[in-house]
């Protein structure tokens, strides 16, 4: 098989899973709530482990779009756009542009997948506490999850963001994304459309690539390695 036909599979694959994980939270009103409520606990819980990256222009925007806009709940009309349109992107982008494609939709499914499994061990009764404490989450981590896992997730970003910066090394996407920006959006495909060009511009303005990449490497793990091997925090 080819890498090009290799890159399609994947893609229609973890796409196809992303969005069954979707269904299943958005036909329960208290459930898409609860994730929402979640995921943004989540990411507050998690800069600040980057405040120096936060800090900086360029790593700010990479870094809100590599931990929000990849695995958040607004990612839900661009991945039903992703399958939509899955005839056409398999068939007119670039081999390049389809590995990250099919790299993102494999890193969100497992995302996903992980994420709402916390989210059901936090919930008491089919709701979520009000008060979500550091204990509580290091707890359903640990229950939902495992080490080896976890980590395994932060290798899928960090092979998304190495197809990413491959991606702007092609200087003849950014004029593709800027031409299908009305197309897109006439065809109903406006959410795929603004990924697709965020992605690119934010991994173009990254000051040093490798540097933001081995730093989220690093200190996502060492997040990991102490929710999971040290002493539960004291609750709060």
Same mark, same amino acid.
């Given at each position: ?87 056409? /992107?398999?068939?007119? +982008? %670039?081999?390049?542009?389809? =590995?990250?494609?099919?790299?993102? #939709?494999?890193? !969100? &499914?497992?995302? @996903? ?10 919930? /008491?009764?089919?709701? +979520? %506490?009000?008060?979500?404490? =550091?204990?509580?989450?290091?707890? #359903?981590?640990? !229950? &939902?999850?495992? @080490? ?20 702007? =090394? ?8 800027? &031409? ?57």
């Amino acid at each position: 098989m080819s890498r090009r036909k290799a890159a399609a599979s994947r893609f229609r694959k973890h796409i196809r899973r992303s969005n069954e994980l979707q269904a299943g939270y958005l036909a329960d009103p208290d459930m898409l709530a609860a994730y929402d409520r979640f995921a943004n606990w989540q990411l507050e819980y998690l800069l600040p482990s980057f405040g120096d990256l936060h800090g900086k222009s360029g790593y700010t925007e990479a870094l809100e779009f590599t931990m929000h806009d990849l695995a958040g709940v607004g990612i839900i009309k661009r991945d039903d756009d992703l399958e939509r349109a899955s005839p056409a /992107i398999t068939t007119m +982008l %670039p081999r390049r542009a389809l =590995e990250t494609i099919a790299a993102a #939709a494999k890193m !969100n &499914a497992r995302v @996903l997948e992980v994420n709402l499994s916390i989210c059901r061990c936090l919930m /008491i009764d089919g709701q +979520l %506490p009000e008060h979500i404490t =550091e204990q509580d989450y290091w707890i #359903a981590c640990r !229950n &939902a999850s495992s @080490l080896e896992e976890c980590v395994e997730l932060v290798h899928l970003i960090i092979e998304l963001g190495r197809t990413l910066s491959a991606l702007i =090394e092609m200087p003849v996407l950014g004029v593709t994304l800027r &031409a299908m920006r009305a197309p897109a959006h006439a065809a109903g495909f406006g959410a795929l459309q603004e990924f697709l060009e965020t992605g690119y511009h934010t991994f173009k303005n990254i000051p040093d690539i490798q540097y933001f990449l081995e730093t989220i490497e690093t200190r996502m793990i060492e997040i990991f390695e102490k929710i999971f091997t040290q002493a539960l925090p004291t609750n709060q």
